[in-house]
């Protein structure tokens, strides 16, 4: 794919991939944890994710799911130690993101 077809190509990706994962009004990202700001080991306010499209996400922590394979926020310094992937459920409030739920990504 020539350059001035990949950044077009890599914006549609992108927006398939949080088009796919909606349901109510929440959307899903799946990408790489790179920044987490928190004021104690135990309390995370949000975090930045470099998405599988390449964009930078920045994300800030609402009231989380705990359902099946979901995990706290607390648990997003250790995916960012190690890089793992994660997957993310939000919604956006004006321009913000708040996140519902995490789990870890395939």
Do not use: K, N, W
């Not at 992937?85 to 913000?96: D, H, K, L, Q, S």
Request: aromatic share 4%; with cysteine.
């Amino acid at each position: 794919m020539s350059g001035r077809r990949a950044a077009p190509a890599a914006i549609l990706l992108l927006l398939a991939l949080l088009l796919a994962g909606c349901d109510d009004d929440a959307l899903v990202v799946r990408g790489i944890v790179v920044a987490v700001q928190q004021s104690s080991p135990a309390q995370v306010q949000g975090f930045t994710l470099r998405s599988y499209a390449g964009a930078l996400l920045v994300f800030e922590i609402g009231e989380l799911e705990s359902v099946g394979g979901s995990f706290p926020a607390v648990h997003l310094r250790d995916h960012l130690v190690s890089a793992s992937p994660i997957a993310v459920r939000y919604v956006v409030t004006g321009e913000r993101l708040i996140v519902v739920r995490l789990a870890d990504a395939p």
